[in-house]
């Protein structure tokens, strides 16, 4: 039989972290009719498959057949982004061209239509040339937020050492819109305030931008309007084509499994909003020195905490729990877990004994606590994440950071802040946790400004079944 729901490629870069804002837009796109290709590497089908188990939806996993230089094991490399990026510019691209050859041949792949166009993550911008060469569109993804990125494309293009500053030091970042944005040096990335035209950042994401801005047919957006509004719009200033914001792209309520991992039992014992969760995502880690100094914060916080434990950046992964302060766990066994390596974090999100997520930033994570109304410790690492902390501390309002070599004392000071009920600053940032919580989730629920974007996105690629001939001009 004929297959005739519509088709749709999902190609995310190699990072854990960008397959998971795809993996929540393959979900809406299924849950509106479409066939979803999800093209994924070996490492990620695995994460893939935990989230989509329970779905029930029509997305179809297809393997590419990479040769990764890198072994991918968070558990055991902590610090791997940087490179997969790399190789995502490179290894991706044969295996991805001979995939489409076979959708687009006569009788496709599997019975299935060719896909009327191809979504990928904004690393991917030679995608863009590829959809052209089999004459579909393509659609940027964009993992990182728009007020991120707006000052990733200020700062890497213009350069930190060509910029104004201020009074007091700080870099005045033109291109923001209505905001009037301050960095110091200590809020970028590392090796940003140094960089000059020779850097290869700076080569990278001049080009990688220009391609996004002007080649994507339109961009989707891992946010919802009542968050960054300002910064939508400054976004979509840049775009040729339209930019639809659709977040927060979390799993579906019904596609949700109901976990058993232990620590939610743990947590059953616990107060509501009396313990501190910590953990720096995938993909990043912190260094010995910082993981003793946060331990000892923890410790004398005298707060319960659920710590997950991955290798410190400058040692490895044998005999981890040695590397934390001697007798720790025999003094906070009483009111802290320690899990080594992963645990299921929306699950934990989402129970009431969360008080604080102490975090590395990045937008996967914060999006999560968002939707959980969950206030923040910020404790950014490296890319955009530092962008991110002062945006959650400044705007949103829902956080406050640590800042880099922070002493167990101001790792203490700033716990007891987020969740002690008589600090001012922790209860201001408890009432935008829960404020911001309610936005997102009228934001994805019917008539809310996310489903609205997503419906008149669904709209316009299925306009491309009446057009087969061109792309439309979108509006």
């Not at 911008?125 to 728009?146: D, S, Y």
């Not at 220009?210 to 400054?234: C, M, P, R, V, Y």
């Not at 929306?346 to 102490?358: C, D, E, W």
Request: a negative charge.
């Amino acid at each position: 039989m004929a297959h005739h729901r519509p088709h749709l490629v999902l190609l995310p870069s190699l990072g854990i972290g960008h397959l998971m804002p795809l993996l929540g837009l393959a979900t809406r796109l299924a849950a509106k009719g479409f066939t979803i290709s999800l093209v994924l590497a070996s490492h990620q089908i695995s994460v893939a498959q935990h989230r989509l188990l329970s779905s029930g939806l029509d997305i179809r996993i297809l393997e590419l057949d990479l040769k990764l230089e890198l072994n991918t094991n968070s558990n055991t490399n902590p610090n791997v982004l940087a490179s997969l990026v790399a190789q995502s510019q490179t290894i991706l691209r044969s295996p991805f061209e001979n995939l489409l050859h076979r959708m687009f041949d006569d009788g496709g792949l599997d019975g299935l239509p060719p896909p009327l166009c191809i979504i990928t993550d904004f690393f991917l911008g030679w995608t863009v040339e590829f959809a052209a060469k089999f004459g579909v569109p393509r659609i940027n993804i964009e993992c990182c937020p728009p007020h991120a990125m707006n000052l990733v494309e200020s700062l890497w293009t213009i350069l930190p050492r060509n910029l104004e500053r201020s009074d007091s030091g700080r870099y005045i970042v033109p291109g923001q819109g209505n905001n009037l944005t301050l960095l110091s040096a200590s809020e970028m990335t590392s090796g940003m305030v140094e960089a000059d035209a020779s850097h290869p950042k700076h080569l990278f994401f001049k080009t990688l931008l220009a391609i996004n801005q002007k080649g994507s047919w339109a961009t989707i957006l891992n946010t919802f309007q009542e968050l960054e509004s300002d910064h939508i719009d400054q976004f979509q200033s840049r775009c040729a084509g339209p930019v639809r914001a659709v977040g927060p792209l979390l799993p579906l309520p019904g596609a949700r499994r109901l976990s058993d991992c232990p620590e939610l039992e743990w947590l059953d014992g616990r107060p509501a909003g009396s313990v501190v969760y910590v953990s720096f995502g995938s993909e990043n880690s912190i260094t010995c020195a910082e993981m003793n100094e946060l331990a000892l914060g923890l410790e004398s916080s005298m707060k319960p905490f659920l710590w997950v434990l991955r290798p410190p950046t400058d040692a490895g992964s044998d005999a981890l729990g040695e590397l934390l302060p001697q007798g720790l766990r025999a003094r906070t066994e009483h009111r802290g877990q320690i899990v080594m390596g992963w645990t299921d974090q929306l699950a934990v999100l989402s129970h009431p004994a969360i008080g604080a997520f102490l975090t590395h930033c990045g937008w996967n994570s914060l999006l999560e606590g968002i939707s959980c109304g969950v206030p923040f410790i910020c404790w950014p690492i490296n890319a955009e994440q530092p962008f991110n902390a002062k945006f959650i501390e400044e705007e949103a309002k829902c956080g406050l950071r640590i800042w880099k070599g922070a002493s167990r004392d101001e790792i203490r000071r700033v716990i007891k802040s987020v969740l002690d009920d008589e600090d001012e600053a922790g209860k201001a940032v408890r009432r935008n946790a829960i404020r911001w919580k309610e936005m997102a989730e009228g934001a994805v629920c019917e008539g809310g400004s996310s489903a609205k974007n997503l419906d008149s996105l669904v709209a316009d690629i299925l306009a491309l079944q009446r057009r087969k001939e061109k792309p439309i001009a979108l509006g």
